[in-house]
């Protein structure tokens, strides 16, 4: 992770935001921070507590410092709006806090409040004003304000705004400020409305997302190559290790005895490589996951029991050696890479007598997996040639289309990811969404069990309906 010194932001608030106790950025703030810096219209995506206010404020801040402008009277440079009043006292503590070794000023008003006060504070010129949009209107119609010398507007909780019913009071406002100025929309959801809202009052922005967790398998790109026997997937796992040499690979077989072979096999011929599976020791499998975490160790071959919940930020490609017995074990094994917002690419090797099983997994995720080399064996001919691609903002071939009805499946199958994600329990969570308890063979399900409840589970608690189906 990045520190706040190397996203471009100047001694003084670096210093204030130690002072505060902020050691390390938030994901919003690391992704938006230097965007905003650059000058960039920016959607931020992301829910309440994430961090947004200094995503938005110390890029914000940095750039009025260097300008070094000063505010006119009855006017501000950088308008922040946001729903309530409570939301803007909030906003405006915390700038006050980013500020404090610098001369901007900062100031409020939201409704409920003396107008008659606000007017004077704002009589001396603003450098940062957060307001709610009614009653900024009420003091612009009284000449309190302009909005003409606004370089920089940030609409926070912006579907919570529309909620609100602030639509034409936005509107107003977009009117009132210099088109040429640079526009920050945060939200928690991306509904149409605020698409729209985003178009209309947005240039050309850049889009960025804190993902919820369980959302990652979106950032993993998934091919397959269909191979002649074991042989082929040894030369083809070769290869491909070889020609990513910073990468981290982590390859999984279905047996221990496999696992152990292939491993043998690749430490023969030089490979940096470790094994885990139930026929090592805890301290055994403890060291190996120790020198791939640090990284000493390249490629780790292991069994889908071994692997279950282990967590490595670093990993960058996953191997289906064999293709699992059960298809969820795809998706748990595939989630061990694009851990902690990052990308990943997932290779499955598909031998002649493994095609249905790649079958039962391309049905358990909605999706069909890109072909990258071979040919299905011919009894299974006929795959469409669907793409599994990205599915980032903007959408990929496993979103929307003829697949939409199938997303909804695709999506609650991976849930059981989100365990890992949230960083303070690792171990996977089962099909019925409790923890394993510690200790118990895992793995032990019979593959008609749970996936009837992986599936036909909503898709997603909190998340569900705050997706945008785009
Ligand atoms: P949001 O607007 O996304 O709901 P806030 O900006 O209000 O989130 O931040 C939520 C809380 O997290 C606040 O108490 C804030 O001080 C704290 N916070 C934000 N960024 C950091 C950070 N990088 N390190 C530590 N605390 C942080
Ligand atoms: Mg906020």
Redesign the pocket.
Known sequence: MTNFDELGLAKTIVAS?TQ???????P??EKAIPLVLEGRDLIGL??????????FGLPIIEMLMNNGARAEGRSTRVLILAPTRELVN?IGE?LRSFVRKTPLKINQVVGGASIGKQQLQLERGTDILVATPGRLLDLIARNALTLKHVTHLVL?EADQMLDLGFIHDLRKISKMVPPKRQTLL?SATMPKAIADLAASFLNNPVKVEVSPPGKAADKIEQYVHYVTGQNHKTEMLKTSITANPDGQALVFLRTKHGAEKLMKHLEHIGFSVASIHGNKSQGQRERALKAFRDGSIKVLVATDVAARGIDVPGVTHVYNYDLPEVPDAYIHRIGRTARAGRDGIAIAYCGPDEAGLLRDIERLMGIVIEVASGEPPADRGGRPARPARRGGPGGGANRGGQGAPRQGQARSAQRPREDGEGGFDNRPARKDGRKPASGRPQGARRPDQGRGASSGRPAGGQRGPRRSEG
């Not at 505060?20 to 938030?26: I, Q």
Request: no cysteine; hydrophobic share 30%; net charge neutral.
């Open positions: 935001l505060l106790g902020y050691e390390k950025p938030t919003i703030q992301a829910q309440t507590g994430t961090g947004k206010t200094a995503a909030q915390s926070d945060f």
